[in-house]
């Protein structure tokens, strides 16, 4: 059973637009969230996290919002670039029972930036 | 910092045949990962160390595979009597204890045929 989701397997938007990209999940025990960039033959690079007892983390372009109660998040990308095509996965951690970084990666979705 | 290494980039085997990849974490990291990844699925967790100590392993490491890192530098992951469902991507991560912030590596793709 899936505990991270990634409903949406493609998104397309235009350049300076905004990216929103959703992740659900299932554990209420996940106290730590990431997102990361996958460019193909490459291996996954960190972009954004937000610990649980917080709503709202903001780096440059990018942010990303925690619903705790919907068990949901959203990566926020504005202006929208070329370059940010790519895959992104959501990532949660369940700081418990000894399992620090033991990341449960959703399958991921795939942004095309057109110009 | 020259990131994580991994090695090699790619391998083909023939189904039966053992494998062994390498993994060189950051330097001053001493938690290191594996993790494996296949067609339209994220990374899936495998298995992790803290320093040389081997801490947790995934229900998906079976008898064939083995971890290694024996001096709580770089690791090996060898897998014996390859079968075509071992085809994928394996990922080595590494990151200080207590962070959650995994760095990855490019990945070893095994092609299993």
């Known amino acids: 059973d899936q505990q991270v989701k990634q409903n949406s397997p493609s998104l397309s938007v235009q350049e300076g637009r905004i990216s929103i990209l959703n992740c659900d999940y299932t554990?209420?025990?996940?106290?730590?969230f990431l997102w990361y960039k996958k460019y193909p033959a490459e291996g996954p690079t960190f972009l954004i996290s937000i610990s649980s007892i917080k709503d709202k983390n903001e780096d440059g372009r990018f942010t990303v919002f925690l619903n705790k109660s919907a068990k949901h998040l959203s990566l926020h990308i504005v202006p929208s670039q070329p370059g940010d095509s790519a895959v992104y996965f959501c990532?949660?951690?369940?700081?418990?029972?000894?399992?620090?970084?033991?990341?449960?990666f959703g399958k991921g979705t795939k942004l095309s930036v057109k110009p | 910092d020259t990131g994580v290494s991994q090695d090699p980039r790619h391998k083909i085997t023939k189904r039966g045949q053992n494998v062994t990849f390498r993994c060189d974490p950051i330097s001053e990291h001493n938690r290191l990962y594996w993790y494996r990844q296949t067609l339209g699925q994220g990374p899936e967790f495998l298995t992790y160390f803290q320093n040389e100590a081997q801490l947790e392993k995934s229900r998906l490491l079976s008898d064939r595979f083995s971890a290694e890192r024996p001096k709580g530098s770089f690791s090996t992951l060898e897998i014996q009597r390859t079968e075509q469902g071992d085809s994928a991507m394996y990922l080595c991560a590494s990151s200080l204890a207590l962070d959650t912030k995994l760095f990855f590596g490019s990945g070893t793709q095994l092609s299993v045929l």
């Open positions: 554990n209420s025990m996940f106290d730590y």
């Open positions: 990532a949660a951690s369940d700081g418990s029972g000894g399992s620090q970084g033991n990341l449960i």
